[in-house]
């Protein structure tokens, strides 16, 4: 009763394009859902996120859910979750992409979730981890251990938005780190992140695993900035 109460006052507004949300709408409203660009890497084996690293980093499975595009409601949805405090976002795209992956036996083989870390001042001035929410929901949904210790951030870097395209293809590998035990060695860990643009936060963050003798990597994104 109090919650039907709070948005007849306090109406809530979808994450992309903040029209009012209907009573059965969560987060994002139903046409944005039409709306939002999908990818469907998962359908097709030779994707662009594998496509991305190849050279790079040795992938055994890479998605990403959306397309992002500039001024698009895939940029709309993940400034708001960064920066303006919409946690809950993070959590809804976890739950839409599991729907797809659930049944993908590349996911049957991973081992552990394994998120882009924060660096202790970026978590002290966000207050959170944006693809928290997103990593927890995979985990919950596909029954996959999140594992938010083992890779570590070790330096205090500006944010991809303030950077040209240009500093972001820097691949700086002792930016990340991890600590891990002999129960890690030969696991497969899925790396999570928010938008791929180079790709560079994500090959730092896998050569740091790669440290772990035996280990797979796979990535698993909510967005890929496309052209």
């Not at 205090?156 to 890690?184: A, C, M, W």
Request: proline share 3%.
């Amino acid at each position: 009763m109090w919650n039907h109460l709070l948005n007849l006052f306090f109406p809530k507004s979808c994450a992309g394009c903040h029209s009012f949300l209907l009573r059965d709408e969560k987060v994002i409203c139903t046409q944005c859902r039409h709306e939002i660009p999908l990818t469907n890497h998962h359908k097709i084996e030779e994707n662009e996120v594998i496509q991305k690293f190849y050279g790079r980093i040795p992938l055994e499975f890479g998605a990403s859910l959306f397309y992002f595009h500039k001024k698009g409601i895939v940029q709309e949805m993940i400034h708001k979750l960064k920066y303006k405090g919409h946690e809950e976002i993070s959590e809804t795209i976890g739950n839409w992409y599991a729907e797809e992956l659930k049944d993908l036996k590349q996911m049957a083989a991973i081992d552990y979730i394994i998120p882009v870390p924060l660096h202790k001042k970026r978590l002290r001035e966000r207050g959170y981890n944006q693809i928290e929410g997103f990593g927890k929901a995979l985990s919950a949904n596909l029954n996959i251990p999140y594992e938010s210790q083992l890779l570590y951030r070790k330096l205090y870097t500006k944010t991809q938005t303030k950077k040209n395209l240009l500093g972001r293809t820097d691949v700086i590998d002792n930016v990340f780190d991890i600590s891990f035990s002999e129960e890690h060695h030969g696991k497969h860990f899925l790396v999570i992140d928010d938008v791929i643009t180079t790709g560079s936060t994500l090959e730092s963050c896998s050569r740091a695993l790669l440290k772990i003798p035996d280990a797979k990597i796979s990535v698993v994104c909510m967005a890929m900035s496309h052209s």
